[in-house]
């Protein structure tokens, strides 16, 4: 990998630990329902993005 893919890398993981602490908290309060599945939708395109730069 190169510099600027592994900065990328580092950049999502940072990114994923961010939705997934949203992610719990918005689970813990439900004031918004769609909050939820915005924040799922963010989370799985950080994944999706990961395992492609990890190819």
């Not at 799922?40 to 999706?48: T, V």
């Amino acid at each position: 990998m190169d510099k600027k893919t592994k900065k990328r890398l580092e950049v999502l993981r940072q990114k994923q630990e961010k939705y997934q602490k949203l992610l719990k908290d918005a689970r813990a309060q439900t004031d918004e329902p769609d909050e939820i599945q915005k924040l799922e939708d963010e989370f799985e395109k950080i994944k999706a993005e990961i395992a492609e730069l990890r190819k």
